[in-house]
């Protein structure tokens, strides 16, 4: 797998022999090759010079009973908390000031867990990687207009209608005397049910996996990441979810903060932090669980299609995660390894007829890739 190469500015590009693509990507996309370009030396390398300075603790601290002690805590503490902010921002209904909280989270999210993947690194080589921060950041902003495009196509589509003949029905089903945060989980749970197989879908058929393509792009995982997505994942995404949930809705409260909880888990899923999760791998998709999900073998990471929670794989038969094992580093697309890591290329990516190169292959094409690749160079998570 291609490094993405620490002291490079800019992503890897389409390749050459994709001419009216790679045309399109450096000309038309132009403006947003200048963004990825200054967000790199604007927010990306000085924020890297700072985090850096933890390095020197980051090794005092291994081995240390403050670790292990963190490494149990973090996670559930984190959930905890989160369901604490959120109760707090909705305890006088959906005001401004619960939007403006809602609005600062990703923020605090990185303040929180970026200086602990420095300090506490699953592997040391995910630490860095070249411009792909500043694609995240762009694609992260992107995803709101895109959210906002599949809201008019659902209307357009007349989906808007039928979730408002059958809310009424969805707010007598709903069991809202129940406890707050039981709902609040259930909520989660019953929406997982369909982000499992509709994530499924993306990987079990040919045609949406050029789509799905784009997220697996990543070659490390980091707190932000998560959001990388291809626009026409995000538009058929929503469509997909409109119907169904309309009949389990409950109140706007329990949403946003089922939203917020959703945030704080996916962050987790993506992140470098090298937790000792025990039970809580068993329940929630997160840690070692997903970093399997991520393997270049897709007959490995065809599994953990969970959002959220692990439940539904482990119902469904497609839960990986084995004992006495740890995942290795080495993630991305096996079958691509000139995937475009570019905000256009992202786009384009699944368009180019050359996407049978970057398509899924028989699982054991892509085992033998992957064996290869960590036979020659082997990239062990941090010690």
């Known amino acids: 797998m291609a490094s993405l190469g620490e002291s490079g500015t800019h992503n890897r590009k389409i390749p050459p022999r994709a001419r009216i693509a790679r045309f399109v990507e450096t000309w038309l996309g132009a403006p947003i090759n ?61 005001t401004s000031l619960t939007l403006l909280g809602f609005v600062l989270l990703p923020i605090i999210f990185g303040l929180y867990c970026a200086p602990l993947e420095r300090l ?18 762009i694609m992260y902003f992107s995803g709101a207009f895109w959210s906002g495009i599949s809201k008019l196509i659902v209307s357009a589509l007349f989906i808007v209608g039928m979730v408002e003949a059958l809310e009424p029905y969805g707010h007598d089903l709903w069991p809202t005397h129940w406890n707050p945060i039981v709902q609040v989980f259930l909520f989660i749970l019953i929406k997982d049910f369909f982000r499992y197989w509709f994530h499924r879908a993306l990987h079990e058929i040919p ?72 039970w809580w791998e068993y329940v929630f998709s997160i840690g070692d669980n997903h970093r399997y999900h991520h393997y270049p073998d ?7 299609y969970g959002g959220e929670f692990i439940i539904w794989d482990i119902l469904f038969g497609t839960f990986h995660n084995p004992r006495n094992e740890r995942p290795h ?34 699982a054991d094409a892509d085992k033998a890739a992957t064996e290869e690749l960590i036979e020659d160079a082997p990239l062990q998570p941090a010690e």
């Open 34 to 94: 200048l963004l990825e370009a200054s967000l790199q030396w604007v927010l990306v390398r000085p924020t890297r010079w700072m985090m850096r300075h933890l390095d020197a603790a980051s090794y005092a601290l291994e081995g240390t009973l403050l670790r292990k002690i963190l490494s149990h805590t973090i996670f559930p503490f984190t959930i905890l908390l989160s369901l604490f902010i959120g109760f707090k921002l909705v305890e006088n209904g959906i």
């Open 120 to 137: 506490m690194p699953y592997s040391r080589n995910w630490l860095e990687g070249g411009n792909d921060t500043a694609v995240d950041i």
């Open 207 to 278: 045609a949406l996996w050029r789509v799905h393509a784009a997220h697996h792009s990543v070659e490390r995982l980091y707190w932000l990441n998560g959001i990388r997505a291809h626009p026409l994942e995000i538009v058929s995404q929503a469509i997909f979810y409109a119907i169904p949930l309309a009949l389990v809705q409950p109140t706007a409260e329990i949403a946003l903060v089922a939203v917020i909880l959703q945030l704080s888990i996916g962050i987790f899923q993506h992140s470098n932090i090298d937790l000792n999760l025990g």
């Open 298 to 304: 897709k007959g490995v990471g065809d599994s953990n």
């Open 329 to 362: 580093d080495r993630i991305g697309i096996g079958t691509a390894p000139e995937y475009p890591m570019t905000v256009m290329g992202l786009y384009l990516a699944p368009f180019l007829p050359s996407q049978k190169v970057f398509g899924p292959k028989p």
